[in-house]
């Protein structure tokens, strides 16, 4: 079994400060880990991955993320948040590429 | 990274009619391919797992019978929503599991937005 759950359903921060979205997983195997990107109206952009080889994890447009086992997290960080962050942010959890999990989500708004 | 693609992109049907959606691995061949649901401002959730050649596994409530998944090939899985009605309005999104060289990836489509009227 599987889980995935955001901390936060809604982050607003200002432009240019860090950001942070938390995720805590659970899995009854070594998971591999995602957070993804939605823009409204849009699919969905991988922006890192974590799959059992260095624990923290550089992505796309600045973002990272650090896979902590022993507090079962995998939160996304960006030092410095733009406007065209604004979006929606999913963690997903899934083994081997099979069915992924995801969680409920976090809106993210960058104010000017 | 391999590209999945999904036809249509946006769809508008009547109450009552069938829609079909493709889900096709471009550069890969795909054995299990999974479909996925968002309703608005919701997150995705598993409808199906569908594996090439043999019947799709279905998630808890939902109907087999109005949403009938095909997996003729390695590289193609259709959805079909029969009887649709507006309550089936979403973005089903699909991904296929690529296992080429004993490494597990997935990639996901770009969706389809159906709109029942």
């Known amino acids: 079994a599987q889980s995935v759950t955001q901390l936060d359903s809604h982050v607003s921060v200002s432009e240019g400060t860090p950001v942070l979205l938390r995720c805590n997983y659970s899995?009854?195997?070594?998971?591999?880990l995602f957070w993804y990107v939605q823009h409204p109206n849009k699919g969905l952009q991988l922006l890192l991955k974590y799959t059992s080889a260095a624990t923290l994890v550089k992505g796309i447009n600045g973002f990272e993320a650090e896979f902590k086992k022993s507090e079962t997290s995998f939160h996304l960080t960006k030092p410095s948040a733009h406007m065209s962050d604004a979006a929606e942010y999913f963690c997903v959890v899934s083994v081997n590429a099979g069915k992924s999990t995801f969680g409920d989500g976090t809106t993210l708004t960058v104010k000017p | 990274g391999a590209v999945v693609s999904q036809h249509p992109s946006r769809v508008i049907c009547k109450s009552g009619t069938s829609v079909k959606i493709e889900c096709r691995s471009l550069?890969?061949?795909?054995?299990?391919m999974f479909w996925y649901r968002q309703f608005p401002k919701q997150s995705l959730m598993l409808m199906a797992t569908s594996n090439e050649g043999s019947k799709a596994t279905y998630e808890q409530g939902v109907e087999k019978d109005k949403f009938l998944i095909n997996h003729a090939s390695l590289t193609l899985s259709t959805l079909t929503v029969t009887s649709a009605h507006p309550e089936d309005s979403s973005f089903y999104i699909c991904?296929?599991?690529?296992?080429?060289?004993?490494?597990?990836?997935?990639?996901f489509g770009p969706g389809t937005r159906l709109t029942v009227t």
């Open positions: 991904s296929a599991r690529d296992t080429r060289g004993g490494f597990y990836e997935q990639y």
């Open positions: 899995s009854s195997y070594s998971p591999s």
């Open positions: 550069d890969f061949q795909a054995t299990t």
